[in-house]
């Protein structure tokens, strides 16, 4: 189905309720849909289980999410960093569970989900802390953790463009998770800069098909 | 409530039925052989998106004369055309992508089916037979949805639709609606529910048939 | 390392030796390295295990190699079809040794070869002959079977272009196996129809990344 | 043969000495920090290409004044240029690169490192410490060659290199090679080669360190 056309940010999240999983896009500001964000800060969902590389940085964006306490559990690689205070107060006081997942497990566990896989042995994190309660398992000589995909109900994505069918093209390292997050989400919101008629991306070119498209919408852009 | 018509669907009656229950806007995987013929009766408003798992969205029509196109066809090995919005993607990516469920509706043959939707189309199990499986097993369990086009008796006259299977399973409990020429099954909380019959009656196909029917 | 360029099929495929695996692309004849596989047969090379989709057909490529008994063992999804003969025979004669792999399985078991993961839950075969004797596990509710990944000494690939550090393009369907089995193998050989300077490729568009590939040959091309 | 300098090395030259290891025509992923600084010492000759996690191969420079883009940045999130041959892909693409073993080398900073190559980077272990991981676990099984840059001695005077990690292991005998301001040290059959001293005598850096040494 052609994915439905929003007409704002607030409009493309509306669906979101309360204890929902989201994956947000993005690694750094690359790629982050920041517009989103920020219409999902403003939509009150509560409760909610974000995965995303980060924790929110400084006062923007998924950082606000987590001082406002919407979050309830962070799936995530990397949630200490120099601006990430609005976590690290939520993690202290204890009001925020986080799951900590090395970052190529947390990228093959969001893909495994879209592609219908239920489960996968990764040397990734084996024999590490990160591991401890996980199924191990020696193969041909070398350790494997047993890791589960990451399914969601929604995905938050920024894209480059879009065509009407919701085929995407992302740019240079902004690409980042937006592709298997897209698949991995019962509903995949994603942002562009601009919309295209079927047939204004070449078919060779598509980085993301348009199956894996809920809802898009154009807010213009910087590039 | 059952449905009756007095003359048997013909194959191109019976594609056309299962087109006009394809959702409109839904994403399809036709199987080689008669499913491949439902292309032929979805209309444009549809917007039905074909998939072939050999790695296209935004499949058309087969492609004839100067339109050919060796290094664009469809699982059956076709040549085939791609319509405005169409993408690419390599053999993983496209079972991932029926794995996944993102298809809303494949469309297969059968060898026969079980009361719990149990799916055999892929081996006779005859003796000295070479064993070929290609993607039957990724679509029958892929889809949210799994329909079957078949002719409801094999030709010495027994029912393909069964209790138990007697064939080669192909998926567990995959299918949810069989199209016959006599008939359309729907398969849900492990009973067996008649849609129509087709030149048959609704006693006379449970005469015939080794499962408990129930009227739609 | 930039790739390889050979001069010539037989030259791309010098190195393979007696008892290689080889992963040969193509689906139907989209995508298959035609030459490659005609070079491979003059080269001598024998008691391979080779993976592709079907078993050859007609009078040409991997039949004639199953034709003249070079192949020990065949892992493949579909070996039976009205062409090939010369798979019928040496199969019934027990001169060959076939594993049959449900389509997307086969897909999925190269990708895990390429991505370093150990091992797969798929529910594709569960609860069918093709997976007698492998371990299965229910996950959800959902039945699954534990699949290994397919690694390989060669990959032969064909592909519309590559650029001097081995980026490639293909073309329609016929993209089909060709990036995965490049993941796969120990070296990746790929036909092409030219190969451009490094930069004649746009980043955006890269299908593999030329760090799979080890040698290129450029045959021309009919399109 | 153990070589010797009488000055210890400056992070430059640890940088240049690591540059110089790199094969010609590798792939290298140069982890956050000290590591990044490789790059600089790299010569076109040798035809290095360099990985970043966050999803493209070729590499350039970091990127000033109007070259920045803020969709273009490496796995420390600074901005970077692109090299003629580059590539973008997805997440899960880039990950599967290294963890299939794809890389040919990956330098890394390490808290601690054990006899054994178990590398210690990602984690104090410390009391009230967050925890982050990031891509080190992926970074130090995935390479064919796991390169460690670090002072050999904490502030506290004690050696990194030790018997077994009292940190929390990143990844388990990776480490084959690492870098120090007084030594290099080669990781290989269970035992630690001293390939060169700098400002430092063999007998007194086996004095400071609490594993075997074996002259190279």
């Known amino acids: 189905m052609a994915p439905r056309i929003a007409t704002s940010a607030a409009d493309a999240v509306a669906q979101i309720t309360d204890g929902s999983t989201v994956l947000i896009g993005g690694f750094g500001n690359a790629g982050q849909p920041m517009e989103l964000i920020d219409a999902l800060m403003e939509c009150g969902a509560t409760d909610l289980t974000v995965v995303n590389n980060n924790a929110g940085q400084a006062d923007a964006g998924l950082a606000l999410l987590i001082k406002e306490r919407r979050v309830k559990k962070i799936i995530c690689s990397f949630p200490r960093q120099s601006d990430s205070w609005h976590f690290d107060e939520a993690y202290r006081a204890g009001e925020i569970e986080l799951e900590l997942v090395p970052q190529g497990n947390l990228a093959e566990r969001?893909?495994?989900?879209?592609?219908?896989?239920?489960g996968f042995f990764t040397p990734t994190g084996y024999g590490t802390l990160l591991a401890e309660g996980k199924e191990t398992r020696v193969i041909d000589g070398r350790g494997y953790v047993l890791e589960s995909p990451i399914h969601a109900d929604f995905a938050l994505i920024k894209a480059l463009r879009a065509d009407s069918f919701g085929n995407l093209v992302y740019r240079k390292t902004a690409r980042n998770f937006g592709p298997i997050m897209a698949t991995a989400a019962a509903q995949a919101i994603v942002q562009v800069d601009e919309i295209v008629p079927a047939g204004g991306i070449d078919p060779e070119n598509v980085i993301t098909p348009g199956i894996y498209v809920d809802t898009v919408v154009a807010l213009g852009g910087s590039n | 409530m059952t449905t009756y018509t007095p003359e048997k669907l013909t194959r191109d009656e019976m594609a056309q039925q299962v087109a006009a229950d394809i959702p409109a806007g839904a994403f399809v995987n036709l199987g080689i052989g008669q499913p491949t013929n439902v292309s032929n009766f979805l209309t444009a408003d549809q917007g039905v998106t074909l998939h072939t798992e050999n790695g296209m969205l935004g499949m058309g029509p087969v492609a004839t004369g100067e339109d050919i196109d060796?290094?664009?066809?469809?699982?059956?090995?076709?040549?085939?055309?791609?319509?405005?919005?169409?993408?690419?993607?390599?053999h993983a990516d496209s079972f991932a992508m029926m794995r996944g469920g993102h298809l809303d509706v494949c469309v297969l043959g059968a060898f026969q089916i079980s009361e719990a939707g149990d799916l055999a189309n892929w081996h006779t199990g005859a003796e000295g037979a070479i064993p070929a499986v290609g993607g039957a097993m990724d679509l029958a369990i892929g889809a949210k949805q799994t329909w079957v086009m078949m002719s409801l008796f094999t030709k010495a006259g027994e029912s393909k639709l069964v209790k138990e299977l007697s064939y080669p399973v192909t998926g567990l409990g995959c299918v949810s609606r069989i199209y016959t020429e006599v008939a359309v099954f729907e398969l849900r909380d492990?009973?067996?529910?008649?849609?129509?019959t087709h030149g048959v009656s609704f006693e006379e196909l449970e005469a015939r048939i080794p499962v408990t029917l129930e009227r739609a």
């Open chain 2, 70 to 90: 060796p290094d664009l066809i469809n699982a059956g090995k076709i040549p085939v055309t791609e319509l405005p919005g169409a993408s690419f993607f390599h």
């Open chain 2, 190 to 196: 492990s009973k067996v529910f008649v849609r129509s």
């Open chain 1, 110 to 118: 969001i893909r495994a989900a879209g592609a219908g896989i239920g």
